[in-house]
Every structure is written in C-alpha cells, then in structure tokens.
Nanobody, 118 residues
Framework: QVQVVESGGGLVQAGGSLKLSCVAS????????VAWHRQAPGKEREFVAS???????NYLDSVKDRFAISRDGASMTVYLHMVTLKPEDTAVYYC????????????WGQGTQVTVSS
C-alpha cells in the first residue's frame, strides 16, 4: 500500500511564505505525475500545481506567480514553495501521486493545513 505524506503547513501572516513537502513510500519520484491540490472550508478541492516525470509543470492561474513546485532526487521529495501568501490561500493542501501504468491509480496524502492570517 502506497503512503503519501505531506508536511510543512502552518499559520503564517499575509505576505509570508511556506514550503510544503511531499514524500511517498517507495519514492515519490517514481510516479508519473505528482500534484498539489487544496480544499478551503465550504469549497471543492481544486488543483494547485503539478510536475510530471519529465519535468513539465502546471499551475492554477491564481498561484502561478507565487507558488513553485519542485522535486529533489536526493531527498525523494516534491515541494511546493509558496510566497506572498494571501488569506484566500487558506486551505488544506493535499499531495497526490498519479501512476499511469499498468493501470491509472491515484494516491492521496492526508493533507496539511495552511492558514494565512490577514
């Protein structure tokens, strides 16, 4: 059973920064795509950023100038570096690891809370 674990959330003032980390059993970097999603209270979960095995990155428009997804082979970690945080970024942030073969499967972490105070 694959386990995905996020960390790095917390309480930060508007304008501050946080760096979230995502690891998985058996190395997160073996997955075809790793993505960050978030869910704010009373809202649906939304896509935030992703990075493919080949290094292609995609972002939610509202975060593309403030968030950066990256990966580190040595630590086998995918990061989401968030700067200039806004209160509307407050949410539970989830890491998802996508496996394309032999069948499409998605593994979710338990989430990490990010709270941005105004």
């Amino acid at each position: 059973q694959v386990q995905v674990v996020e960390s790095g959330g917390g309480l930060v003032q508007a304008g501050g920064s946080l760096k979230l980390s995502c690891v998985a059993s058996g190395n997160i970097l073996r997955f075809d795509v790793v993505a960050w999603h978030r869910q704010a209270p009373g809202k649906e979960r939304e896509f935030v950023a992703s990075i493919s095995r080949g290094g292609n990155m995609n972002y939610l428009d509202s975060v593309k100038d403030r968030f950066a997804i990256s990966r580190d082979g040595a630590s086998m970690t995918v990061y989401l570096h968030m700067v200039t945080l806004k209160p509307e970024d407050t949410a539970v942030y989830y890491c998802a690891a996508y496996q394309a073969t032999p069948t499409w499967r998605t593994y979710w972490g338990q989430g990490t809370q990010v709270t941005v105070s105004s």
